[in-house]
């Protein structure tokens, strides 16, 4: 029983919360324990708030969960736990997050209820609307870096927010696309998928890619950045952007994966490597060059 519960938090998904930790390593302040205290606080509540999140939309999905080949074996879809015990651990889950946020300042809260807000109406009609199915779940991203900037009060580049927007899109397009070609026609478990088609997901795919290289390349070499970090090597860590890009977009196009990016992020070995070595060069840069 323990299992399927943490299998319903999903706890492996809480990797995407790293996110809120962007604002304070471009900042300067990610060894400052004064600055690394909150925004690891709001990590945390960030991670239970997405777990009530999934909870919820299991909930909601899980006819369309008992149809889907891999979701079928989701706690709540499965029957291992039953909607009433489901509505219990988010009633836990909000009292955790509520406990939690009084130690947290108010922008924070209001950047955390926005995220609540928009997976509620993304679960219940949201997610069923061609485009707008994208914006919501690159909303998530984007959000998160917001609450590590609020949390901290951390001023983050116009540059670097857009990046994060083309980032998030990218990988909510490339979610989309996976599940397009997974089900080939069959739109029984994702209403939207009827909308879309393969060609139109590519080239907003290519769209998004493109503008996630151009906002970082631009944010690498703008005079701010080389200012703020005293250094022109930032341009060259713009290579390890476009490899992602490039890995991820063949792991999707060639190898069908993409439906989890987390699951790509954790598994894949060359995506794995890229990522260490750019947070050991970023770091570098920022901190000891």
Not at 83 to 89: D, E, H, R
Not at 173 to 185: C, L, N, V, W
Not at 277 to 289: G, K, N, S, T
Request: glycine share 4%.
């Amino acid at each position: 029983m323990a299992k399927d519960y943490l299998k319903l938090l999903r706890i492996s998904h809480w990797i995407k919360n790293i996110f809120v930790f962007v604002p304070i390593m471009f900042s300067q302040h990610l060894f400052d324990w004064f600055y690394l205290s909150d925004v690891l606080l709001a990590f945390v509540t960030f991670s239970f708030t997405s777990s009530m999140v999934y909870v919820f939309n299991d909930l909601v999905d899980v006819e369309f969960d008992k149809l889907h080949p891999v979701k079928k074996y989701r706690p709540i879809a499965s029957g291992n736990i039953n909607p009433s015990q489901a509505k219990i651990l988010i009633v836990v889950l909000f009292v955790i997050i509520i406990s939690l946020l009084s130690q947290l300042n108010r922008e924070f809260i209001y950047v955390l209820s926005g995220y609540i807000l928009i997976n509620f109406f993304y679960s219940i009609k949201l997610k069923n609307i061609i485009i707008v199915d994208l914006f919501c779940i690159a909303s998530g991203f984007m959000l998160r870096v917001l609450a590590g900037a609020f949390v901290a009060d951390i001023y983050v580049s116009n540059w670097l927010i857009l990046t994060t927007i083309f980032l998030a899109l990218f990988l909510a397009i490339m979610k989309r696309r996976s599940e397009f070609i997974a089900y080939e026609g069959d739109n029984s478990t994702r209403i939207v998928l009827k909308d879309y088609s393969e060609r139109f997901i590519d080239q907003i795919s290519a769209i998004s890619a493109g503008g996630l290289i151009i906002c970082y390349a631009l944010y690498s070499v703008s005079e701010r950045t080389i200012t703020q970090f005293e250094s022109e090597l930032f341009v060259f860590t713009t290579i390890f952007i476009v490899f992602g890009v490039f890995r991820y977009m063949f792991l999707v196009i060639k190898k069908s994966k993409g439906e989890n990016p987390t699951e790509i992020m954790l598994t894949d070995f060359p995506m794995i490597i890229n990522t260490i070595l750019y947070i050991f060069v970023i770091i570098a840069i920022i901190y000891f060059l």
